[in-house]
């Protein structure tokens, strides 16, 4: 369990680098860099497989497997795209950052897995952080955007539905999601071409698509999926609020956005959550 909660809090290290290389690539299509990052994902466990002397029939799963496997990652980032299109930003955002909740909350469900109090009043608490960051303290619902609303909700669910699943899938090696990243990729360059317009990259733009493929849109779903298939869930589900935050003071480390005392409160509270959600840890430490 140390060694997936080890793995799957060091996707959440990397997924907070995800808004950073989304400025430096903003002006590519969406589905063009999605694309290009699970093409270069692809290669990763490729270049994986080949060094562990991993036989190509590992990708030979049951269809099932595939349709979570592929489902999840495509369909996230889908729906997260539509989303985007369809509700200003923020209030996307902060209905996408259900996820982590909902995976603490689905857990219950699993074999063997049990959810204890501190588990949801942390979750709460991380969520409630993740509202203050993402909104900066004023949330508006209005009906126009309800459409995107949906989506954002979809978006939440199918990745928590992906993660609390793949625990499920505990003899289906990590390996598998080579197979899963390069069926996203076909998947999302068809997109590209029949719905999006035709872009060139420039020199820079290409380095940090490549960084968004070794990193937070690839390299970051093989560490997820050994953490959600041998670590703590509810805990990493906790832990996954410190994405927003992560995120937010590396664009302040970086210039691209500015500190506040809402920015702070927010990190009290989703640092007070992972406590709170780990306290089994604590008392074991004691």
Known sequence: ?????????????IWSTLALFTVLT??????LLLSISFTIASFLGIVWMFLAKESIKVLKQPWYVWVVGVGGLFGYHLFYFLALRNAPAVEANLINYLWPLLIVLFSAFLPNERLKWYHTVGAILGFSGAILLVTRGGFLVQSEFILGYFYALLCALTWSTYSVISRLFGLVPTFAVTGFCVAVALL?????????PSYALSPNEWLAALALGLGPVGGAFYLWDVGMKKGDIKLLGTLSYAIPLL???LLILFHLAQSSLIVWAAAALIIAG????????WKKSA
């Open 1 to 13: 369990m140390k060694k997936g909660n080890f793995f799957g809090f060091s996707a959440i290290i």
């Open 26 to 31: 903003k002006n590519i299509p969406p589905f």
């Open 188 to 196: 999302s360059f068809t997109v590209y071409l029949g719905f999006e």
């Open 247 to 249: 995120s937010t003071l």
């Open 274 to 281: 992972s406590i709170v959600s780990s306290l089994k840890y």
